[in-house]
Structure formats: C-alpha cells, structure tokens
Nanobody
Framework: VQLQAFGGGLVQTGSFLRLSCVGS????????VGWFRQAPGKEREFVVG????????WYSDSVKGRFTISRDNAKNTVYLQMMSLKPEDTAVYYC????????????WGQGTQVTVSS
C-alpha cells in the first residue's frame, strides 16, 4: 500500500488542523493506520492509531482529548483532526500502515509539516 499525507500548515496556538492520509495500491481496509510525528532533534513518536475497520483507536497521552483519528475506507482515507494545537505539537507528521492491527508499521508515507506558533 502507498500512503500520502496531506494537510499540514502553519497555525497559531489554539488553532486546529485536519490531516489526511490517503492510501492506494491495495485494499486500504486491510490495514491499520497510525500517525507519528518527529520534531527537530527528536525521535519519531507515535501519536494515534486506528484499526482496520475503525473500531479500535489508540492515543498517546500527549494528544488525548485534543486529537481525533477516524477513517473512511470508501475513500481510502484516514483523518487526524487536531484541536487546541500547542507549540509542542510542531513536527513533521507521518502516516504509517500495518497489515496486522498489533504488528509494527511497515508502510510509510511522506511527511507533512505542522508548525504551531506561540
């Protein structure tokens, strides 16, 4: 499966953004999808994940209550709605996919930059 991430940008603290991860090449509903982010000088970290059919979601503590992941398999798209953005959310955001909901992520898209100004 090939993945493309869209929707990054420059916003102010407290604003919102919605990222999209579009899959192609194989049945998108066969893959669990996650969002990760990497800030300058830091390692890539897990942000949120969603199971193949969207029943199960996982959130890191740092974004719980502010970010929401959802998917529309008919559109081969996973969305990341980000609310109440903080400067510490500034990073390159990547989406990843895995064939098994509890396996490592094997497929990656290019990143999209999110910058939150204070």
């Amino acid at each position: 499966v090939q993945l493309q991430a869209f929707g990054g940008g420059l916003v102010q603290t407290g604003s919102f953004l919605r990222l999209s991860c579009v899959g192609s090449g194989r049945a998108f509903s066969n893959y669990g999808v996650g969002w990760f982010r990497q800030a300058p000088g830091k390692e890539r970290e897990f942000v949120v994940g969603i199971s193949k059919v969207g029943v199960t979601t996982w959130y890191s503590d740092s974004v719980k209550g502010r970010f929401t992941i959802s998917r529309d398999n008919a559109k081969n798209t996973v969305y990341l709605q980000m609310m109440s953005l903080k400067p510490e959310d500034t990073a390159v955001y990547y989406c990843g996919a895995r064939y098994n909901d509890y396996a490592p992520y094997d497929y990656w898209g290019q990143g999209t930059q999110v910058t939150v100004s204070s």
